[in-house]
């Protein structure tokens, strides 16, 4: 298989993954997860795995029992996720200055470029735009094939 740089995963593709509301995104993000865990490429920052929590037990359609949102939590820290500290910070509010981003979406970025990601997995920005050497690829437009062609 070849190798390919590592991706960040936003919080709406981990609940997509986890959401039977829409089976089309449904399946999109599940067929992402399961490529980034056999390629051990994808990452994570402590700021989604926060709000995938409280999302995925308060908003989602049936709720999320809390200890499988826990157990979805801990599987996710073999992703080593980034933990949002002040230079993430100082470089997310210069990316939401140059870009026009959101304060969330600027720390997302921010927390990509930390680690060194090539790609950020999104829904929320616009797709195939990149952002200082990270390129915005959204899950629903794209499917995980695109990672052979990023090797």
């Not at 994808?42 to 826990?70: C, H, I, W």
């Not at 996720?81 to 979406?105: G, I, K, N």
């Not at 470029?113 to 195939?128: F, R, S, V, W």
Request: hydrophobic share 45%; charged share 25%; glycine share 4%.
């Amino acid at each position: 298989m070849p190798s390919v740089s590592t991706v960040f995963v936003d919080t709406n593709v981990l609940l997509y993954a986890e959401d039977l509301a829409d089976a089309a995104k449904h399946r999109a993000a599940r067929a992402w997860l399961r490529e980034l865990w056999t390629r051990r490429c994808g990452r994570v920052s402590t700021q989604v795995l926060n709000e995938f929590y409280v999302t995925a037990t308060r908003e989602l359609k049936p709720a999320m029992p809390a200890g499988d949102a826990r157990a979805e939590m801990r599987r996710y820290q073999r992703w080593l996720p980034w933990v949002v500290d002040h230079a993430t910070v100082e470089t997310a509010w210069a990316l939401e200055s140059r870009f026009s981003l959101s304060y969330w979406d600027a720390l997302m970025v921010s927390a990509a470029q930390q680690q060194g990601c090539a790609m950020l997995l999104t829904e929320d920005l616009q797709h195939g735009q990149s952002i200082d050497g990270v390129r915005i690829v959204s899950p629903f437009v794209e499917g995980p094939e695109t990672l052979d062609a990023a090797a």
